[in-house]
């Protein structure tokens, strides 16, 4: 009796385990919103998906997370829809080296920051001539959007600017210590890097118009950007709104993903949108309103389908 219940122990042990899962979630640098919604969805995936133990990890951001799914490795990712196309598209950062990527939900707006601070003598693009500027991290959609507003802008990324390729934590602190006069950052609101440089004392925070690149862009790349703006209230300091572009992000994941995993993924977070609005407010724009085809360059998974077709959403 006894031998026979430790064989059905052992059959149950080897059964729990053949279910479960380790996912873990590409984001981006711990300034940003990707990091803080991540390490949400990654604490309600393991807490409400039996078997499943979700991580957050730090990237450089969507291009970084995008090769990460082309591993074929067990990883969801943040993307911005540029990226995303790119990736899906084989172009790009991406050329000859097409990703077979999913869409699974369509989750907030991101938005351009070019951001600099009083007395650096920039008031607009084109005052960034000349000056020290960072276009974002390696690795990171921030750098292929602020290379993209560039040239809308009637500038060279190369000749025009003095480059640097900082996250936006590190964008900040090179702001504060004279090393550099401006950055881009494409992101959520609030952003906290750029709270934080809004917050330090004796520096009053700018933000630069561009949305007038937006018509350039999308003749160029198609439909992935739309004008938009940063309420003057956002950031503390601010004199008027700032009117600038703004891509979607998306939450995508590999072909291969079984359907049962993406189902649950997708199903997971939407039924637990509220513990991730607690974690930062930019959960409370993912919504089933926004979920639809148009609004991503990349296929839905099946799973994402299925979920949304049970709500009545059609989005592929």
């Known amino acids: 009796m006894k031998r026979t219940l430790s064989l059905m122990l052992a059959g149950l042990a080897l059964s729990i ?3 479960a899962q380790n996912i ?14 991540g390490g949400g969805i990654a604490a309600v995936l393991s807490k409400h998906v039996p078997g499943m133990q ?14 990460l799914i082309g591993t074929g490795k067990p990883y969801i990712a943040f993307s911005m829809t540029d990226a995303g196309q ?12 097409k990703v077979p990527v999913r869409t699974l939900m369509i989750l907030y707006p991101n938005r351009m920051h070019v951001v600099t601070v009083e007395g650096r003598g920039i008031n607009t693009m084109k005052d960034l001539k000349g000056k020290r500027v960072s276009t974002g991290s390696p690795g990171s959609a921030t750098e292929v959007m602020a290379f993209r507003v560039i040239e809308a802008a009637g500038l060279d990324k190369d000749s025009d600017l003095k480059r640097e390729r900082l996250g936006v934590a590190e964008s900040v602190n ?26 330090t004392p004796n520096t009053k925070v700018k933000l630069i118009d561009h949305a007038d690149t937006v018509s350039a862009m999308n003749k160029k790349y198609g439909n992935l950007y739309v004008e938009d703006a940063i309420s ?20 995508v994941a590999h072909e291969s993903m079984d ?9 997971t977070i939407f039924d637990k949108r509220e513990d991730l609005i607690a974690v930062h407010k930019e959960s409370a724009n993912i919504k089933l309103e926004n979920q639809k085809g148009s609004a991503s360059p990349i296929p839905f998974h099946p799973g994402a389908v299925k979920y949304f077709a049970e709500k009545g959403i059609k989005v592929n």
């Open 86 to 97: 790119d990736a899906y598209r084989g172009e790009d950062k991406f050329k000859g080296n």
């Open 17 to 19: 385990s053949a279910q």
């Open 24 to 37: 873990s979630i590409a984001t981006g640098g711990t300034g940003g919103v990707y990091y803080p919604m």
């Open 54 to 67: 979700a991580t957050a990890e730090v990237t450089g951001g969507s291009v970084d997370n995008l090769k």
């Open 232 to 251: 003057k209230d956002v950031y503390r300091g601010m004199d008027s709104d700032n009117k600038q572009a703004t891509v979607m992000n998306i939450l």
């Open 174 to 199: 090179a702001v504060k210590d004279g090393k550099i006069d401006a950055f881009f950052w494409v992101g959520g609101l609030p952003t906290a890097g750029v709270t934080d440089l809004a917050n």
């Open 259 to 267: 359907e049962r995993t993406a189902y649950n993924i997708v199903k």
